[in-house]
């Protein structure tokens, strides 16, 4: 079978909870790697804003949405939390963005 193939992704602490990246990265790691996808994380930042009510996976580039897709399954996110939005230079070469709002109880429980 062909290898998974590797997204780097960034999670975001948009919720202010101290080491809820890590938790995340924790689930992430834990299921990797999926039929399709290995989830690389090589990043945990802060988001500029702690009040994001709920978490979302965000994509650049059209390609990146099956992937965006698997990582908010894994997530336990339902697909509408799933988004294309610009990142900007992305010098880490992203694939996917996580950012972790208020409601980041309610997947990290479903293990």
């Not at 948009?14 to 996808?37: L, M, Q």
């Not at 949405?65 to 894994?74: I, N």
């Not at 294309?84 to 950012?99: P, R, W």
Request: glycine content about 4%; proline content about 5%; hydrophobic content about 40%.
């Amino acid at each position: 079978p062909p290898l998974p193939e590797v997204k780097r992704v960034q999670i975001l602490n948009a919720c202010g909870v101290k080491n809820i990246a890590e938790r995340v990265s924790d689930k992430i790691t834990s299921h990797n790697p999926t039929d399709f996808y290995y989830f690389d994380v090589v990043d945990k930042a802060n988001f500029p804003d702690f009040n994001v009510e709920e978490s979302f996976v965000a994509y650049a580039l059209n390609e990146q949405q099956a992937a965006a897709a698997d990582l908010a399954h894994l997530l336990g996110l339902p697909k509408s939390r799933i988004v294309q939005q610009d990142f900007g230079e992305n010098f880490m070469e992203l694939d996917l963005e996580v950012i972790v709002g208020l409601d980041h109880q309610v997947f990290l429980r479903k293990e």
